[in-house]
């Protein structure tokens, strides 16, 4: 009896204590709890409630989402995108002013010799690949569509250089056409982060968003994805505890969640 007496006391000290703690710990502004053990792949609710609601955040949280490459035409634009590849924008927009100011139009690009172009984009990566894209680009244009850069994807994308990706940016933002989606690498990784696809291929990605998103915010959708992988949802480490797409996100490896 005297045993279970003197337990008694104890047991109350340290509930007691623990109540305590948790007050302090509520009062000094303690992190919130720890996160629940991820889920093995993203929750996909492909809705269209859901995927209206996304849309909407996006289109507030990014409303001045545009190309980041400075061009002047749709010509500028196709050689800077070529250039982009593996690439920052910032440092595509630090070598095209030489770059057509060497060569202004297309005709004047063709004309280039190949050791010319390699020099002037030579700090944009793989260099000799891009130098000799973009002089077929430039010959491509001038002989086979009179100096202007094509207005369908059918045939943009027989010019050098110019995939689908790159068709999609060159015709969206230059010609306002709606061919595509560009799905570039953040349209990539947010896409899957989002649960939009469970794809890592480009080209699937791309048919799973065209299927899911209204033709019309096919072209301001990429630019604003594009920026909030920039801006909030970083690679490394995302912050979630700003990004005002959190309460529809199920990414498994969310750094904060409210759900």
Aim: glycine share 6%.
């Amino acid at each position: 009896m005297a045993q279970g007496t003197a337990a008694q006391p104890q047991k109350k000290r340290s509930g007691a204590r623990a109540v305590h703690t948790a007050a302090e710990g509520a009062e000094a502004g303690a992190a919130p709890a720890k996160l629940d053990p991820p889920s093995p792949r993203p929750r996909r609710d492909l809705a269209p409630a859901r995927i209206h609601d996304l849309l909407n955040r996006l289109a507030i949280a990014q409303p001045n989402a545009e190309c980041a490459l400075i061009h002047r035409n749709a010509w500028e634009l196709l050689v800077a995108t070529i250039l982009s590849a593996q690439c920052t924008d910032k440092r595509v927009n630090l070598v095209t002013p030489d770059l057509f100011r060497t060569f202004p139009t297309p005709q004047a690009m063709a004309t280039a010799s190949l050791p010319e172009l390699e020099e002037l984009v030579r700090t944009t990566g793989f260099f000799r690949n891009k130098a000799k894209s973009i002089l077929g680009a430039a010959k491509a244009v001038s002989e086979q569509f009179h100096g202007e850069v094509p207005q369908t994807l059918a045939e943009l994308i027989t010019v050098p250089g110019a995939a689908r990706k790159t068709a999609n940016v060159v015709l969206g933002v230059a010609y306002g056409l709606a061919e595509g989606v560009v799905v570039d690498t953040h349209v990539q990784r947010l896409s899957n982060r989002l649960g939009l696809t469970k794809h890592q291929d480009p080209k699937k990605i791309e048919k799973d968003l065209m299927r899911i998103i209204p033709r019309d915010r096919w072209i301001a959708f990429s630019h604003e994805l594009i920026l909030h992988g920039r801006a909030i949802c970083i690679a490394r480490k995302p912050r979630c505890a700003e990004c005002p797409l959190e309460t529809t996100c199920w990414a498994p490896d969310k750094t904060w969640r409210s759900h």
